[in-house]
């Protein structure tokens, strides 16, 4: 993999520009017209990484199944924070593969004189 292009300040930069509420909810609206296609892909990158396989299932019946109510409310909250958790960065890897995808192809146009 190559070395990506930005600077740890420049991605920095990025990100603070993005908790802009206009400037997020333009990305919403993008990712929200090809939702189901990039669900799919996530949907894939997760399972192919393992994140909801048989451990996975093991300490979902692990925490429903706790017999004390405290302790099995902060079990699955748990869980489901690590679920968001990893979500989110799988979402965030898709979407860095994705710009990379269209960066390559705008490359690629360019070079072959296409608008």
Known sequence: MSEPGYSKEQLEAAVERL???ERFREAEQ???SVAPELQSVLVT???SG??????HQSET???ATMPDQDQRLTAIRALLTEETHMGMM???AVGWALS???DR?????SEQGED
């Open 50 to 55: 393992g994140w909801f396989g048989e451990s």
């Open 105 to 109: 192809q705008a490359t690629t146009a």
């Open 90 to 92: 799988v979402g965030v």
């Open 61 to 63: 019946l692990k925490a």
């Open 19 to 21: 908790s802009e509420p």
């Open 100 to 102: 990379q995808e269209l």
């Open 30 to 32: 993008i990712v929200a």
């Open 45 to 47: 990158a997760l399972g």
